[in-house]
């Protein structure tokens, strides 16, 4: 597939793969389960908003993420909670988040812990 093939959600645009044999990954994931939507008890990483980290060489470090709605009352803090929960690591050069709405965020995105705490199992 290439950039303009098309997720398996019908229309939505392919998020990238996330750089997770990158040797910052796993602080930056960390960093992320530090951040929580203030409505729902549960990080926004097992909630499944994270969709993408990407890292180069030189640690500069892109995250794109959604929100569990477009109205959410968050939408314009989410993003900078997120960066400065990963801006102090060691190693991270700069941090870049952005927020996409494509794919949609939907429940079947949480990971099974999230959806435990939800009691959604």
């Known amino acids: 597939m290439d ?36 409505e729902i008890p549960v990080n926004i990483y097992d909630l499944g908003l994270i969709y993408t980290i990407e890292i180069n060489e030189e640690g500069d470090t892109s995250v794109i993420m959604s929100l569990t709605a477009p109205g959410c009352p968050v939408a314009g803090e989410m993003p900078g909670w997120v960066a400065e929960a990963i801006e102090s690591l060691p190693g991270v050069k700069s941090i870049e988040v952005d927020l996409t709405w494509e794919p949609p965020w939907g429940m079947e995105m949480m990971s099974d812990e999230a959806r435990l705490e939800l009691g959604f199992m």
């Open 3 to 38: 950039a303009t093939s098309q997720s398996p959600i019908e229309g939505a645009p392919l998020i990238k793969p996330s750089s997770s044999e990158h040797a910052l990954y796993d602080s930056i994931v960390d960093a992320c389960r530090t951040v929580y939507d203030p």
